[in-house]
């Protein structure tokens, strides 16, 4: 893998620890249980966006 190729990975990880930790507070703080439901879904999705990610490392 290039350098370039490794910045753009440690980039996109980066990006998806912020994604899952912002969408982690909003569900903690969610009433609606609907809504709540759907945010932990994006959770669990790029949980598994960023296992793939450190797979690919």
């Keep these: 893998m290039s350098p370039k190729e490794l ?3 440690e980039d996109a990880l980066s ?4 994604l899952t930790k912002q969408f ?5 703080n969610l009433q609606d249980p ?4 759907c ?3 994006m ?3 790029r949980k598994q ?6 797979q690919t490392v």
């Excluded at 982690?24 to 903690?28: F, G």
């Excluded at 609907?34 to 439901?37: G, S, Y």
Aim: hydrophobic share 45%.
């Design 7 to 9: 910045l753009y990975l």
């Design 15 to 18: 990006h998806e620890v912020f």
């Design 24 to 28: 982690e507070d909003a569900a903690q």
């Design 34 to 37: 609907e809504l709540k439901n």
């Design 39 to 41: 945010v932990q879904q």
């Design 43 to 45: 959770v669990t999705k």
């Design 49 to 54: 966006i960023l296992s793939s990610l450190y």
